[in-house]
């Protein structure tokens, strides 16, 4: 069964605007949250993480939020380019001792020119 | 640094084969992970190491082994390939054992069973 459910399989979204992608997770209780992007036929690369007491993070032109009420994360991309098209993941520590790692199923993030 | 490195990167093999896939890295990292990638299931974790020596299950382990004889190295073996087991499988690791930890991935091996 999934754990951890992204809100949609692939997003498309013109070059300039903001783009919203969401994590929702049941059952548990993380301290943290992690995002990650991963490009066509690479692994995965880490983007950022936020704490549960953090209700924001940001870097660059991304920002994380975290709700542990609504088991809700959300990852913004601000004035997205095209260079921003790849698949985009959410992870969290169900154990919490960074033993056993769970991975949303991914959002695909288009960027039209 | 080369980080996280994973060979081979393709493989095709016959059901009932065996083969054993290597992740190597060079970061002196504690923990290490192997994962595979199925489309739509996203990254579920096989077997993860918390030091040289260890080695414990993860979510779907059935099939596969591991072994960490090395701290740099942690190998995944399929004794007897099965057509399930045909899937993009990702190593990783990390510094320690903690939640805030960040994965670093290799580029994965891409493994066909026939």
């Known amino acids: 069964s999934q754990k951890i459910e992204q809100n949609s399989e692939a997003l498309n979204i013109q070059e300039g605007k903001t783009a919203t992608l969401t994590c929702n997770y049941t059952n548990y209780s993380p301290a943290y949250l992690q995002w990650y992007r991963q490009d066509p036929g690479r692994g995965p690369v880490f983007l950022l993480l936020i704490r549960e007491n953090e209700k924001e993070k940001r870097k660059e032109r991304l920002k994380v939020t975290f709700d542990t009420t609504l088991k809700q994360s959300l990852f913004h991309i601000t004035a997205s380019q095209p260079a921003d098209s790849a698949t985009y993941l959410c992870?969290?520590?169900?154990?919490?001792?960074?033993?056993?790692?769970?991975f949303g199923p991914g959002t695909r993030l288009s960027v039209l020119p | 640094n080369a980080g996280v490195t994973q060979t081979p990167k393709f493989r095709v093999l016959k059901t009932g084969q065996s083969m054993t896939l290597l992740c190597a890295q060079d970061m002196n990292h504690e923990y290490m992970y192997w994962y595979r990638q199925d489309p739509g299931m996203g990254l579920r974790l096989i077997h993860y190491?918390?030091?040289?020596?260890?080695?414990a299950k993860g979510e779907v382990p059935d099939g596969y082994n591991v072994s960490r004889l090395k701290k740099q190295n942690f190998l995944l073996g399929l004794e007897s390939a099965a057509p399930s087991q045909t899937s993009v499988y990702f190593c990783?690791?990390?510094?320690?054992?903690?939640?805030?930890?960040?994965?670093?991935f290799g580029d994965g091996t891409r493994l066909s069973i026939l």
């Open positions: 190491s918390v030091g040289e020596g260890t080695t």
């Open positions: 992870a969290l520590d169900i154990g919490n001792y960074g033993q056993n790692f769970v």
């Open positions: 990783a690791s990390t510094p320690r054992g903690a939640s805030n930890q960040p994965q670093h």
